[in-house]
């Protein structure tokens, strides 16, 4: 089974960046999904950003254009930075990987809260 651990997150102004990380226990390079998802109260779980197998990439729409996804080979990470943040930025983000051969995997969960 695939462990996943989070970090970063916490409380930031509006305008501020947001910076998570998610170490894998397995090569975050060989892996058919990695990526990061939110959750706000009362709404369904949505894409942030994710990179898929060759390295294709995908975005939210509400993140478009400030928003950075990139794996460290050296930690075995998948990172998200989001630039310019808003309130309704606030939520619970969520790593995700899957494996090529496995089912996806998911991070307990980080709280991100933007301050006015």
């Known amino acids: 089974q695939v462990q996943l651990v989070e970090s970063g997150g916490g409380l930031v102004q509006a305008g501020g960046s947001l910076r998570l990380s998610c170490a894998a226990s397995?090569?975050?390079?060989?892996?058919?999904?990695a990526g990061w998802y939110r959750q706000s109260p009362g709404k369904e779980r949505e894409l942030v950003a994710r990179?898929?197998?060759?390295?294709?990439?995908n975005y939210g729409d509400f993140v478009k254009g400030r928003v950075n996804i990139f794996r460290d080979s050296g930690k075995n990470t998948v990172n998200l930075r989001v630039d310019s943040l808003k309130p309704e930025d606030t939520a619970t983000y969520y790593c995700k990987i899957t494996p090529k051969d496995a089912d996806a995997a998911w991070g307990q969960g980080i709280q991100v809260t933007v301050s006015p």
């Open positions: 990179i898929r197998t060759g390295s294709r990439t």
């Open positions: 397995v090569n975050i390079y060989d892996v058919a999904e």
